[in-house]
């Protein structure tokens, strides 16, 4: 399993890890009752919201169990359990991150659990179940997927950079036009539906930026802390610091970053 593959053996990892690989169990079971259940809108639509609090439950009565005292804050229920006077760490918690790629049948799609203390994500993993991936991170240790050492890339111009971006930036009402601004000078965009992997991509190499106007922290508090132990930058949209994990996000390779900035601004 990917948990015996991952060099990370804190006490913190093994808790996540232990609690992600028992949640996934029945994930990519559940992955192939989609394409019967497409039949019906309706009764697709109820599977996935099941799915998706089962696998909820499943981390949060782990996590709880081994960490009781910290707050959790999840996608599904909000903040399940609220962080209380003299709590310092809460679990920030996506359980299925890529739905819509869920419902149609496309193996692409992840659990997110990260570990925030005093406002900073310390710890984090991202596990894609089909692809058996599991990206992990602790802040200082480095990052990883399964055994391998992570590294962004070392791509130094735009004319060789490949560009993921998030549903809010198709949102903006001057979307095409700065499309139409950057796309001469990239390989080209992806938008494929899983934030939490599109920015463990930013860590291995795979694509060399992401960037997101208004992620929820479920999604990015994972990547963000990937990209950075992997060498890469994340700012928001002004190369400023992120506060809390949230706003608009830019994550690069960090050899153009200043130059992405200019570029989305």
């Known amino acids: 399993m990917a948990s015996q593959r991952t060099p990370l053996k804190s ?6 890890s232990n609690a992600i690989l028992k949640a996934s169990r029945g994930f990519i079971r559940d992955f192939g009752e989609v394409e019967r259940l497409q039949i019906s809108e309706k009764s697709l639509g109820n599977f996935v919201s099941s799915a998706d609090l089962k696998i909820e439950k499943i981390l949060h009565e782990e996590l709880h ?15 399940l359990i609220p962080l209380q006077p003299g709590m310092e760490s809460r679990w920030i918690i996506d359980p299925l991150d890529g739905t819509k790629n869920f419902i149609h049948g496309i193996p692409h799609f992840a659990i997110s659990v990260a570990l925030e203390e005093k406002g900073q994500i310390i710890a ?13 991170a602790e802040k200082g240790a480095g990052a990883f997927m399964n055994n391998k050492r992570l590294r ?21 009402k001057n979307y095409v036009a700065l499309l139409q601004k950057v796309s001469s000078s ?7 539906g899983a934030s939490s992997l599109d920015l463990a991509y930013v860590a291995s190499g795979r694509l060399e930026a992401f960037l997101e106007m208004d992620p929820p922290p479920w999604d990015s508090a994972v990547g963000a ?28 390779n960090g050899n153009l970053h200043s130059e992405l900035s200019q570029l989305f601004s």
Not at 11 to 16: E, I, L, Q, R, S
Not at 65 to 79: D, Q, Y
Not at 155 to 170: Q, V
């Open 11 to 16: 006490a913190t990892m093994n808790v996540m």
């Open 65 to 79: 169990k081994a960490r009781p005292n910290f707050g959790m804050l999840t996608e599904e229920s909000g903040e």
């Open 124 to 136: 984090g993993i991202t596990y894609d179940p089909i692809k058996d991936e599991m990206f992990a």
């Open 152 to 172: 962004v890339s070392n791509r130094k111009t735009l004319s060789e950079f490949l560009i993921a971006t998030g549903p809010s930036f198709l949102y903006q």
């Open 186 to 192: 990239v390989v080209g965009f992806r938008r494929m």
């Open 225 to 252: 802390l990937l990209v950075s132990e992997a060498g890469g930058s994340v700012t928001n949209m002004q190369k400023q610091p992120r506060e809390n994990n949230s706003g608009p996000i830019l994550a690069s």
